[in-house]
């Protein structure tokens, strides 16, 4: 069966450059992040078989942890030079 010829297809970048200017997130000085990384989450909320809040607090969870890290080795190495 042919498609109608006013079919448009619309991929998931295109759909979610569509979303995030429509939300006007795209600022220059935004810190939202920009459309692959968004759809990264979404691909792995997906492949996860998880809810989008679920995967956006493990994240943030994981993200956090890692600065802990980070400002710990940081701490240890300025305690070091120190000696």
């Known amino acids: 069966m042919p498609l109608n010829p006013a079919f448009t297809g619309l991929d998931p970048a295109g759909l979610a450059h569509i979303v995030i200017s ?11 992040p920009k459309k692959g990384t968004c759809l990264a989450i979404y691909s792995y909320t997906v492949d996860a078989g ?11 969870d994981q993200w956090n942890a890692l600065r802990r890290t980070r400002r710990e080795q940081e701490a240890a190495t300025r305690e070091a030079l120190r000696r």
């Open 22 to 32: 429509g939300l006007d997130l795209a600022q220059p000085d935004s810190r939202f």
């Open 50 to 60: 998880s809810q989008i809040d679920k995967t956006l607090a493990d994240c943030c």
